[in-house]
């Protein structure tokens, strides 16, 4: 079946730096990707939707400069964490559309990031 | 806005103990889905249920679209079963909209 690939699975940075995290479809195109935030002991909360080939549409509360969304092909977009503080440690998971597929939806493995 | 309720939020089961899981969604969800993360985040897909009745094993799905509602039943529990499992719904843009989650321990 199809497969959503997230790279790194875990990942420490310094506070102060940028960490970037990779959404792959492996056996599809996907035109749409979405990135997924969880705190512990907290829901899935959507963050902002990835189109290829143009900008990332943002959820309410998300800080644009924060999370820097790039999805420049059909198979891979990347959320880029800038300026990492403690507070942005958590577990952040993509998902990907087939629109080929049905539309079916395909969730990564997600990603843990702690920063220290 | 798009709305997904879950109930209970947490639940303690006796290993062989059966139970229901609630799922509530507003009428402009569709598609719902039902997800189990295990302890390691993994978010395992069980039952893509947009209306009627599945079964996969010990666990089986049914969800009645005209009253907003999804229910997820796990027979015979074990201890594998432990986790979180999510209610989900899609909206118009292919966006899914997680519910708050049933942390469930099932006791050994």
């Known amino acids: 079946g199809a497969v959503v690939s997230q790279h790194p699975s875990r990942v420490i940075c310094k506070s102060g730096t940028s960490v970037k995290i990779e959404c792959r479809s492996l056996d599809f195109q996907a035109t749409t990707m979405f990135w997924y935030r969880q705190f512990p002991k907290q829901s899935l909360m959507l963050m902002a939707t990835?189109?290829?080939?143009?900008?990332?549409?943002?959820e309410q509360g998300v800080e644009k400069d924060k999370f820097l969304i790039n999805h420049a092909s059909l198979t891979l977009s990347t959320l880029t964490v800038t300026s990492a503080h403690p507070e942005d440690s958590s577990f952040y998971i993509c998902s990907a559309r087939d629109k080929t597929g049905g539309n079916t939806i395909y969730f990564g493995e997600g990603s843990w990031l702690t920063v220290v | 806005g798009i709305q997904v309720e879950q109930s209970p939020p947490d639940l303690i089961l006796q290993e062989g103990a059966n139970s229901t899981l609630r799922c509530n969604f507003s009428d402009s969800v569709n598609n719902l889905q039902w997800f189990h993360q295990n302890p390691w985040g993994q978010l395992i897909n069980l039952f893509y249920i947009p209306s009627g009745t599945k079964q996969n094993g010990r666990l089986s799905a049914t969800t009645v679209a005209t009253e907003r509602y999804s229910l997820l039943y796990i027979s015979s529990s074990q201890t594998t079963d432990s986790g979180v499992y999510f209610c989900a719904g899609n909206t118009g843009g292919f966006k899914t909209i997680f519910g708050a989650g049933t942390r469930l321990f099932v006791k050994a």
């Open positions: 990835s189109n290829e080939g143009s900008k990332a549409t943002y």
